[in-house]
């Protein structure tokens, strides 16, 4: 039924202009504004061509997963280049990361060589990952 259809994610924030500047000036996403006044709205277009919606939610609370995962081919120089960029990495209980931020899983145990995670300005989680 929908194998033919368009399909995006969506995700809420507190404050559209911050979340503009994040996703667009910081992490250098397309950012398009749609509609105005309080149906005002973004669309972000990630690498690769998809799409997710971003609207303005008054209460909004922010995610408590993860919402984006951006995959690298070096995840330290992306973690650095985010710390240059503004970005605070966090550290989560029962996941053992370096000074970066990164976990690095053992050849072992399968997963990603490294993963951060990371917040866009209204609390929203984001992921950095390379893959083995």
Sequence with gaps: ?????TAYSSFSVDDLDAARHFYGDQLGLTV?????????MLFLTLPGGA???VY??????PASFTILNFEVDDIDRAVDDLVAR???????PGFEAD??????PGDGEGGPAGIAWF???AGNVIAVMQER
């Design 1 to 5: 039924m929908f194998g033919e259809t």
């Design 32 to 40: 398009e504004d749609s509609g105005t006044g309080d149906m005002r």
């Design 51 to 53: 799409r997710v919606f």
């Design 56 to 61: 303005p939610k008054e209460n909004h609370t």
């Design 86 to 92: 503004g970005a605070t990495f966090e550290r989560y």
């Design 99 to 104: 000074d970066k931020g990164v976990v690095r």
């Design 119 to 121: 917040t866009d300005p």
